[in-house]
């Protein structure tokens, strides 16, 4: 008899041991995706909601200060050392400082978003008899693409907020060279899981491709 090779027995359609576990693992991932994506747009709505009701922006912030002397009170010799950042909680702020910083929490969690919607997309996919459907790459490359651009975005108002709250913190006339100076770090990981994402999308295209060449094939 014929065998429709793009209709093939996958991880989530086989009957062996093997596949009842593979199609368990599935089913976890994909819960836990799902409870993740939850979990990211609460706390999301969450902290906007605090930061706008209370005007209070919980950020991190560079800073320059020398260790106290407890910091070698032991054994060691601490040859050098100083404090590099800081959690701090603002009050008092203008509203585009607390605006900026609730777009940032935005775009921060539509990264989280994107990631756990497409493991939880994937997942629930290869749980199908024909999981390479039309329009699965073009989610993964999208959900790259919405990584890639919101990780670049958040790095910008991150580097607003710092600017604007050190500069509402620091002595006027320091300015930035104050206590609290500004230092743009790019989280290269988040961008570069990004663009991983995309050539995914591309492989999941090529994919599909090849089911449809398939399919019906003897």
Known sequence: MGHDLGRSPLAGTGTGTAARVSRGVLW???????????????????????????????????????????????????????????????????????????????????????????????????????????????????????????ALLSLAARTGVAWMVGDALNDPDAGLDGFWPVVAEVDASTIALGFALMIVGLVVEHGETLQRDTRGLV
């Open 28 to 150: 976890s991932a994909l819960a836990i995706a799902v409870l993740v994506l939850l979990a990211v747009a609460a706390a999301a709505v969450l902290s906007a909601a605090e930061a706008v009701r209370t005007g209070v922006v919980h950020t991190s912030l560079e800073m320059r200060g020398s260790l106290p002397a407890e910091a070698d009170a032991g054994p060691g010799d601490l040859r050098s050392g100083a404090y590099r950042t800081a959690e701090v909680a603002v009050g008092e702020l203008p509203g585009g400082i607390v605006a900026l910083h609730v777009v940032r929490i935005a775009l921060d969690a539509s990264v989280g978003i994107a990631l756990a919607g497409t493991v939880a997309i994937l997942a629930r996919r290869l749980l199908r008899p024909d999981p390479l459907a039309r329009r699965l790459s073009l989610v993964v490359t999208l959900a790259g693409g919405t990584v890639m651009i919101a």
